[in-house]
């Protein structure tokens, strides 16, 4: 597979000399001088880019990384799929911009989108374009909930993050990383998120009866609960900033239940999860229920060309026209590239492939279980973290993490820290990403994690003992 120009195709990562180099310093202090102090990835990953195919990218100096960040995750298909990039460049000299109106592309993308749904689901959703992000999909899904029901309080949970508007701020449970501004939207209300491994409410999973859920429970059929009916119920599938941390099966299904005996509209925020990543088109799939919201945007159009929905329940349909728009809402070259995408998707198995690379992952990192400082290991599909923590105490390791995702960067790999203090490595490959290339990726984390969390050698010592004897 060519993967990048020039006179050899790169096949794995190659870094020489220091990050970072020559020309990437000099590009990443004009950058200082000039943009804004909230830029962020360049700060903990000390490169520019030149060049990217597949799941590789190159830096203005000539190393080339894996990139398992993939634009955060929009980069579906990996950089520059060549038939995606026919599909745009057919498109940009055709029409481009065309607001709200109908086009053949447009129409193919919506047609493309529904099709991804089970048909009882796709029959009575409506779909709705919103501004280029998920942050705004994210507003206009409130938005919409507000004005169906006619109520005003939103119910969100500890941990998620919704995106970096005003409102979506307001929304997300990681205060201290996401919610720098005092005076968020009123009349949210946060709840605890299935987080079995630092359980909100100090229970244990063997003995847990998915508690977090019955305080939701409580707090809304309670009429003393305090809470007045919401508008709507926001959840992630798998919190992905807050850690890449799955729902528990019965934490959702109850959730679910919920809101139907309430008449409550429950938004999934699939902007992370949606199009594939966790192995299922959507992550709702795999937890056996229908929203009434569903918000999508990053990964829709497979090539990084942005574009944002959301896919409603027809009886919320109450909306005025013009109640909520966006002069990008028509992006004519993520539709052309999305709509492309989904018969990708199709043809090429790939959703298989995530299934399969998701278990390679599983498999190649579970020596990490076993390691002091690794908390835990998760994932779905190919959205993958790596929790560290203090051996002594328990506490959140987040400079073990940036020490991880160093030396990661210095071997050729791209990764993402999240989770409270950053302390969980994320890992978002590309869905078509090959095995030879996840198994390199792991081999780079393995050693990273060895490096830069060394085993005491009392602990090692006693690792190294048959299981059954330090069981005894």
């Known amino acids: 597979m060519t993967l990048l120009s020039g006179p050899e195709a790169a096949t794995r990562p190659y870094v020489q000399g220091d990050l970072p180099g020559p020309r990437s310093a000099e590009l990443l202090a004009r950058q200082q001088r000039r943009e804004s102090n909230a830029r962020t990835y360049p700060r903990h990953l000390p490169i520019a880019l030149a060049e990217g195919s597949g799941s590789y990218v190159r830096d203005v100096d000539g190393n080339v990384f894996i990139d398992f960040l993939t634009g955060a995750g929009v980069l579906s298909l990996g950089h520059n799929h060549p038939e995606l990039v026919r599909v745009v460049a057919q498109q940009v000299a055709t029409l481009t911009h065309a607001l709200d109106f109908p086009t053949p592309a447009k129409d193919d993308f919506v047609d493309a989108q529904l099709s991804m749904l089970a048909p009882g689901l796709r029959e009575r959703m409506k779909v709705h374009f919103c501004g280029p992000t998920g942050a705004n999909a994210i507003e206009a899904a409130i938005k919409l909930c507000k004005t169906a029901t006619g109520r005003g309080d939103i119910v969100s949970f500890q941990g998620g993050y919704h995106g970096g508007s005003h409102a979506a701020m307001a929304l997300s449970g990681l205060v201290a990383q996401k919610r720098p501004i005092a005076n968020g939207v009123p009349g949210v209300h946060f709840f605890p998120y299935s987080y079995c491994n630092r359980c909100p409410v100090g229970l244990r999973p063997d003995s847990c009866q998915t508690n977090c859920a019955a305080l939701l429970e409580n707090a809304l059929l309670d ?16 919190q992905g900033e807050g850690g890449v941390i799955p ?14 005996a309430l008449d409550i509209p429950l938004i999934v925020d699939e902007v992370q999860t949606g199009c594939g990543r966790t192995g299922t088109w959507f992550a709702f799939e795999q937890y056996d229920i229908e929203p009434d919201v569903i918000v999508a945007a990053k990964a829709l159009s497979g090539i990084g060309t942005p574009v944002a929905i959301i896919m409603y329940d027809e009886r919320l349909d109450v909306w005025a026209p013009g109640a909520h728009t966006g002069t990008f809402r028509g992006n004519q070259l993520a539709f052309a590239a999305g709509a492309e995408a989904v018969r990708i998707i199709h043809r090429d198995g790939v959703l298989a492939n995530v299934a399969a690379r998701g278990e390679q992952l599983a498999a190649r990192l579970l020596p990490l279980r076993e390691h002091p400082a690794v908390r835990e290991v998760r994932g779905r599909g190919l959205m993958w973290g790596i929790e560290l923590a203090d051996p002594g105490d328990g506490r959140t390791a987040g400079e073990l993490a940036r020490q991880v995702q160093a030396y990661a960067l210095r071997h050729g790999l791209i990764i993402e820290l999240g989770g409270r203090d950053d302390c969980v490595v994320r890992i978002l490959p590309p869905l078509n990403v090959d095995a030879p290339t996840v198994d390199t990726a792991c081999q780079v984390l393995l050693e990273a994690v060895r ?13 190294q003992l048959p299981r059954g004897a330090d069981e005894s």
């Not at 009429?223 to 798998?238: D, F, Q, T």
């Not at 729902?247 to 139907?260: E, K, N, P, S």
């Open 247 to 260: 729902a528990d099966h019965d934490f959702v299904r109850r959730v679910r239940a919920l809101t139907r």
């Open 451 to 463: 490096a830069c969390c060394p085993v005491p050698p009392a602990q090692r010592e006693a690792e």
């Open 223 to 238: 009429p003393n609960g305090g809470i007045p009916l919401p508008a709507a119920v926001l959840l992630e599938l798998v």
